[in-house]
DNA sequence: CTATAAGTTGAAGTCGACTCCAAGTCAAGG
DNA sequence: CCTTGACTTGGAGTCGACTTCAACTTATAG
């Protein structure tokens, strides 16, 4: 019903938050795709590209290498995931990942927590129960999938005999 | 009451993750304090040590560099972060930090999960939904701070039309 | 007509984080 | 005594992801 709306590279770069430059890198290595050009050669970007780029600025955020991403932006465009099993598995796993990581990061979060709390009680020695103080933050019960061998700098802290 | 045990380089190696190469190049650019040496000069490390290269490797998973760690170790160490007024400040900066990491890697899930269910479905064009679709899954309502910003690529997979 | 702004290109440079290498030491086994 | 293995050192090389650069084109405003 309306014409598409286009916008110039400087626009996009701020739509996105990815510069100019980075924006021209990624067409480069063809992370993009080649970005239609006006008579001028200057490029133009869709809706549809912004959107692109906001994956790719989301994935960055994941940690996710530039290679990595490819299969993802051809899912984001109008691939139907269903029809190439090899995709679906590559998102599971994916998922997986990426969970895994915000158990992670939660984990920092717990010991930053942990080291604030200290300073406010200021506790000498005596063990303290550890669950207990993960548990009373935040009213989110879940799975506590933290595992022993990277909770083990709990237990520096929680020591520190030094 | 019993000895402090110690660890060779390459059973830090193993039981922390980080290549032997790494952890001397950690000591290198002083990230890890100069390790206490053997008579022959090799490296010897303690339970507190692993505790330390255990955290690295924590925080690199949440994407930080090796110059934003320096304070960070300092308060693993043996500091009170309550003395220290700036320390609080950067741990309850990074702490906002993450917790907005988590919040860009949920999306990704949800992006992933959408993707997924599109597949099983199969809906063609119609506007469905997406507040919906997001909260049904998992239990948890969770504030569901996620920008309009950020979430445009989900409608771009929602009318794909193209 | 010229200056300014906004873009173009290909190539080179930078930076963080490793990763590898050569040359050497030391201890134990055959 | 020689070899093997586990380490040491300093320094060089690699790799991913930009970032900067020089030289150029094109459009608009004064």
Chains 1, 2 share one sequence.
């Not at 110039?8 to 050009?37: F, N, S, W």
């Not at 679906?88 to 010991?111: C, G, M, P, Y």
């Not at 990277?150 to 929680?158: H, I, K, L, N």
Request: proline fraction near 5%.
């Amino acid at each position: 019903m309306k014409e598409e709306q286009s916008y110039t590279i400087k626009q996009t770069a701020e739509q996105t938050g990815i510069t100019e430059d980075t924006i021209r890198y990624y067409e480069k290595i063809a992370l993009l795709p080649r970005a239609e050009r006006k008579d001028n050669g200057h490029r133009i970007y869709r809706q549809e590209d912004i959107n692109t780029i906001q994956l790719i600025a989301c994935l960055k955020k994941t940690g996710m290498p530039l290679e990595e991403m490819r299969p993802f932006l051809a899912v984001s465009a109008d691939t139907d995931p269903a029809e190439y099993p090899e995709l679906v598995e590559l998102l599971t796993s994916h998922r997986k990942n990426i969970l895994s990581q915000i158990a992670s990061l939660q984990q920092v979060v717990d010991f930053i927590d942990m080291k604030l709390e200290e300073g406010r009680y200021r506790w000498d020695c005596s063990d303290v129960d550890l669950d207990g103080l993960l548990e009373k933050r935040m009213g989110e019960p879940k799975p506590k999938s933290v595992s022993p061998v990277e909770m083990s700098y709990f237990s520096v802290s929680a020591k520190a005999g030094r």
